[in-house]
């Protein structure tokens, strides 16, 4: 019996692998009879798609012309198609089989995926994988259906149905990606969570448009410019950090890193005289293209508004590595290059600039070093070696940083710490070079020792990305062509982030150089201005030099107490209380802590009890807050956060305010920065603190109530919540 069920299972298995063999055969054969001697239009589809993968992305930063482009792409593209042949060859004559077809085939695949994976920027995932095999075997039938077609004449029903669908395929492939994309409109929603009547700051009518001045333009250093000094970048800069680039930069620069001359352009007021200057500086950039001529919108309207703006060239630094030590050091050579053009009689820039008023600024690697250059001002010796001194020390009283990396450079292994200066942060979250709010890090470094008048302020920018910030770096944020699957369509248009720009930094030089506080609220209150601002959504963090903390939970692990010595907190009705780390750059070590809530549906409630009666007469209550909840944003639910701020006096009397009175603190930004995330439904939820600013003389009080006696403040919520908080405290009272 056993032997007769193993002969049965025998023949079945036989009788099985016969229909194999017979299918596999037909398949052969089917395939043979419509697509043979298609080969070589696979080998020319791999070939050109890994020149155009492998070409584009080398000519993007060595060759950054259409011209490059086009040559660098050919160029491989020959390259691989003789190496396919070559190699077939070879193995025909090893093998007796060229095995070009599964060559080629593999090449096609490893092309595809590392554009998909590139273009995605998130590894090997399974989406990027199945994504590109799937372009790739489009590619593929659409090369070998219509060479079959037109090349081989086959003309049968399975080349030409083959062909049809193929070439749709490769057709919807090309709008995928060489279209704008998609927007899927979330700002639109979260504006109408917060629009109430439209607000409007008369006092900015003027700083909308263009300034009375005439502006005029002068170029210092190059060929046509006005001449200008050398300076020696060697102790801080080493074009061996990179092989590769630094032997490219040795060839395409015609100096040398020991004399690497100032070359920048000025915008500047021709009717005006003595008047505060910004220098500004770019980021990491193909050293091909001009970069720092990419902020004229913001040199000619600040110079029309009575400004000297100073663009300056750091190419030198660019395409290294362990470099913005030296774009400090070159900025500080810029600020006294053109302080001396000031003194020069018969320059053109002789007596524009106030010197006393000196702002600097920059753009992402120009944004990080903006505060290292605060830093050296100050310095009498370079961190890293006592040998070489500093001798700056300009007046510098603002700093402004623009999509700011952050901790790329450390002196002597610290993270850069400012004191007493006034700091503007500018970041847009469809950011997909500086991915993270990075620069938040560097907020939380800049204090105030109490003594003087300075303000700190960040603003966050929904839809807003790196590169337009930058005239000639536009809206791609990655290199070509990976920047094919960027989803730009949901961007804001680059007159909006620029105007954004252009508005923020004037208001904040006014208030900071000139002493114009007519304007001063946009910088702590975006909401009265929204109706003046391009419609979108923001997240501001600011905090001023008279703040005083109650807390901001860095000084230890005890829930219990806070960061004024005697205060106390206490929860109730919480599902989750405690204080963490926010990795502002995914990263823990650049992170500040805060206190993060998971309230119930109602009688939650969170109380700080000061140590003494506190007098907040003309004062008001301060706090960040930060809507942590993704799971909602993720599933469409986002709310505006509201809750209930309550003061109490010795004699238990009590006055209140909700926050969503006094700001609009929106949920995380759902933000989908490529055409995947669309495809496939997700999206990376970015978040931001909202500084509250409550106005204790605002607040609906109990008859009696005493705001020179107040002993607790406390947080009540109505309803579930999860919440990060930060710098809570108490500061002057602004106007609402």
Request: a negative charge.
């Amino acid at each position: 019996m056993q032997q007769t069920e193993h002969s049965k299972r025998a023949a079945c298995l036989a009788r099985g692998g016969a229909a194999a063999r017979a299918a596999a055969g037909w398949a052969l054969g089917w395939f043979r009879r419509n697509f043979s001697g298609s080969t070589p239009a696979l080998c020319l589809a791999a070939s050109l798609a890994g020149g155009v993968v492998v070409g584009v992305s080398l000519a993007d930063t060595y060759f950054h012309t259409p011209a490059g482009y086009a040559l660098a792409s050919l160029a491989f593209a020959a390259l691989l198609l003789l190496g396919l042949s070559l190699g077939g060859w070879l193995l025909r004559r090893l093998l007796g089989r060229s095995l070009r077809a599964p060559a080629a085939a593999g090449v096609l695949a490893a092309a595809s995926i590392e554009f998909f994976r590139r273009g995605a920027g998130e590894g090997y995932s399974l989406r990027v994988v199945a994504v590109a095999l799937a372009a790739a075997a489009a590619v593929w039938c659409f090369s070998a259906s219509w060479w079959a077609i037109l090349r081989r004449r086959r003309a049968t029903a399975a080349t030409l149905s083959l062909g049809a669908v193929s070439a749709a395929a490769v057709a919807l492939l090309a709008v995928f990606l060489f279209t704008d994309g998609f927007d899927d409109h979330y700002r639109a929603r979260y504006l109408a969570l917060g629009e109430g009547a439209a607000e409007r700051l008369p006092a900015l009518e003027p700083s909308l448009g263009p300034g009375p001045y005439t502006v005029a333009v002068m170029d210092y250093g190059g060929e046509g410019g006005v001449p200008s000094d050398t300076v020696n970048l060697t102790a801080f800069v080493s074009r061996s950090s990179d092989r590769e680039n630094g032997a490219y930069a040795d060839w395409y620069l015609d100096y040398d890193l020991n004399a690497v001359p100032l070359v920048g352009r000025v915008w500047y007021p021709v009717e005006a005289e003595g008047c505060p200057v910004l220098f500004i500086a770019h980021g990491n950039h193909e050293i091909t293209v001009d970069s720092y001529l990419g902020y004229d919108y913001l040199g000619e309207y600040l110079a029309s508004h009575g400004y000297v703006v100073v663009s300056t060239d750091h190419n030198a630094c660019n395409l290294l590595y362990h470099e913005n030590d030296g774009r400090a050091v070159l900025l500080l050579e810029h600020i006294g290059q053109v302080l001396q053009y000031n003194k020069t009689a018969g320059n053109p820039l002789a007596g524009k600039i106030d010197g006393e008023n000196i702002a600097i600024g920059g753009h992402s690697r120009g944004g990080e070093m903006a505060a290292t250059a605060y830093l050296f001002n100050q310095y009498d010796r370079y961190p890293e070696n006592g040998s070489i001194t500093f001798d700056y020390h300009y007046p510098i009283r603002s700093v402004v940083a623009i999509a700011p990396t952050v901790n790329q450079y450390k002196p002597a292994d610290h993270s850069v710490r400012i004191e007493d200066v006034n700091y503007l942060l500018l970041h847009g979250s469809n950011d997909r070079d500086v991915t993270s709010f990075m620069g938040m890090a560097q907020y939380e470094n800049v204090t105030f020792s109490g003594e003087g008048d300075y303000l700190k302020t960040a603003l966050y920018i929904a839809g807003a990305n790196h590169g337009q910030f930058n005239t000639l770096w536009g809206d791609w944020d990655q290199s070509a062509p990976f920047a094919a699957l960027l989803n730009t369509e949901s961007l804001l248009s680059a007159g909006d982030q620029q105007a954004v720009a252009r508005v923020f930094i004037k208001v904040f030089l006014d208030v900071t150089l000139k002493g114009d506080q007519s304007c001063r609220q946009l910088l702590t209150d975006w909401d009265s201005c929204a109706a003046q601002l391009p419609r979108t959504v923001y997240y501001q963090c600011y905090e001023t030099s008279d703040f005083a903390l109650a807390a901001d939970f860095e000084e230890d692990s005890d829930l219990e107490t806070l960061s004024l010595a005697g205060a106390s907190a206490a929860a109730e009705g919480m599902s989750l209380w405690r204080e963490e780390l926010v990795d502002f750059a995914d990263e823990s070590s650049f992170g500040t802590h805060a206190l993060r809530l998971t309230t119930h549906s109602v009688g939650s409630r969170y109380t700080i009890t000061l140590p003494a009666a506190a007098d907040l007469t003309g004062r008001a209550v301060t706090l960040d807050v930060m809507d942590a909840d993704e799971e909602a944003v993720e599933e469409g639910d986002g709310r505006l956060v509201d809750f209930t701020v309550t003061l109490t006096d010795s004699a238990g009397r009590t006055a209140s305010g909700e926050i969503g009175d006094y700001a609009s603190v929106y949920p995380g930004l759902p933000v989908r920065y490529d055409k995947l995330d669309y495809v496939f439904g997700n999206c990376a939820v970015k978040t931001a603190f909202e500084t509250v600013t409550l106005p204790v003389s605002s607040l609906a009080a109990e008859e009696g109530f005493d705001s020179s006696q107040v002993v607790s403040l406390t947080l009540s919520f109505s309803r579930r919540l999860e919440l990060m908080l930060d710098n809570i405290g108490f500061t002057a009272a602004q106007p609402f």
